[in-house]
């Protein structure tokens, strides 16, 4: 049996969703592989030193940073993290030398940016042969460095024609640039919808004949939506918080005159965002692939306070016409009432794109693992039963 390795870190929570994604769509293709899901984090700090010294995980920063909106600058840290990442190269390789050594992967999967270099070169010093792939979890690189890394015998998996292109510009040639059809969600997102809507509005004391916004700013939430809650207090909100319960306290203290749901973390994301007609968010990749999966077109901003990883979401919005791109999230209700006004026409754009992501990439490993392997019978991709009527493929749509 093959052992693939899939890599991931907690920075944001897109990486590791990406990861278990994957893991248990491998598990229901039934392919015959060992999957383990590595955090990055445990093998570079296996003793948690970092834990112990400053009493927060390296990634516990990046993320309280995005609760709070404190994002402003991150373009210059950003080189300075790749700056210290460079410096300490020579450490990176022996912990990772020592990793793979140790633990044997027939197949290396990387869902992280930022050290692409570091994991490529060990895992071609310690276990010369074995295929290492990167999977761009956001819609494009941010070059350089980012995610593709120049001069590396690698396999990269991109789910816009725009990271295809910056792949292949970097040098990697045709054979090594796979092409998705978007990003990796989680596979319930795929699932018939059985919910009744207008029943399960009506429970949580909405009004099933008023449009509904969900807005959701990743698993740990981000003052931000005090903001939206506050200029939005006349029209119907989902209020998706994560594990931010602050937040959730503060905004179940308002009092708007139209009904606002707050919940905090729940695994039934999906199942809340059923309940919506539109969504308002930050431009990241998988909370607008799963916006644009439910059928829900997208309310999000672009300035100086956005990632710069995530600012060509936005152009990805604008250029298919998913939804409307606002310049500051403390003036967002022009942007929500031009969506409002033409939400018929933003649904339709949305049945133009068909992100099947996560059941392609299996197959795409499979072929990289042994490309001279028989195709597995019974690995099918499965029906899939979108919410608001047919799609067509994504590349239809230009990327």
């Known amino acids: 049996m093959k052992t693939v390795d899939l890599i991931y870190f907690n920075a944001g929570g897109g990486h590791r969703a990406a990861a278990l994604a994957l893991e248990s769509v491998i598990r229901d293709q039934q392919r015959p592989w060992r999957v ?45 993290l790749q ?68 001069d590396q015998d690698q396999h990269f998996i991109c789910g816009t024609a725009k990271a295809v ?3 292949r510009a970097t040098g990697h040639g045709a054979d090594r640039v796979h092409r998705s059809s978007g990003m990796i969600i989680r596979p319930d997102f795929y699932q018939p919808d059985l919910l009744d809507r207008r029943d399960e509005q009506c429970r949580h004391g909405l009004d099933p004949d008023r449009p509904t916004g969900v807005v959701m700013f990743g698993g740990q939430g981000s003052m931000a939506m005090l903001g939206i809650a506050r200029q939005l207090a006349d029209v119907q909100l989902v209020l998706m918080c994560g594990h931010h319960r602050d937040l959730a306290r503060q905004l ?17 994301v999906r199942r809340h965002m059923l309940l919506g007609d539109f969504f308002i968010g930050k431009p990241g990749p998988g909370s607008l692939s799963e916006a644009v999966q439910q059928g829900l077109p997208v309310v999000t901003v672009r300035n100086a306070w956005t990632m710069p990883q995530e600012r060509y979401n936005t152009d ?6 998913l939804g409307v791109v606002g310049r500051s999230l403390g003036k967002i209700r022009p942007a929500v009432d031009g969506l409002l006004a033409e939400l018929d026409q933003y649904r339709q754009n949305l049945r133009r794109v068909e992100n099947r992501a996560v059941f392609e990439v299996p197959a795409i ?4 693992l042994d490309p001279q392997a028989t195709p597995q019978l019974g690995l099918t991709l499965p029906a899939i039963a979108p919410r608001r009527g047919d799609r067509l493929p994504m590349s239809t749509a230009g990327s």
């Open 83 to 150: 700056g210290m990442i460079h410096l300490g190269h020579a450490t990176l390789l022996r912990r990772l030398q020592a990793h793979w050594l140790r633990t044997e992967p027939d197949l290396v999967v990387s869902l992280v940016p930022n050290f692409n270099r570091a994991l490529f070169q060990s895992l071609a010093g310690a276990l010369p042969g074995v295929p290492y792939v990167t999977v761009l979890t956001d819609l494009a690189d941010y070059p350089p460095n980012f995610w593709i890394e120049p």
């Open 252 to 268: 179940r203290a308002l009092r708007p005159s139209a009904s606002h749901l707050v919940v905090e973390f729940t695994p039934e």
């Open 165 to 167: 292109a910056q792949a």
């Open 36 to 80: 383990r899901c590595i955090n990055l984090v445990d093998v570079l700090d296996p003793q948690g030193r970092f834990r112990r010294v400053t009493g927060m995980a390296p990634e516990d920063l990046y993320n309280l940073r995005l609760a709070r909106g404190w994002t402003l600058g991150l373009a210059q840290e950003l080189k300075l």
């Open 316 to 321: 990805w919005v604008r250029e298919h016409g």
């Open 365 to 368: 490993l499979a072929d990289i």
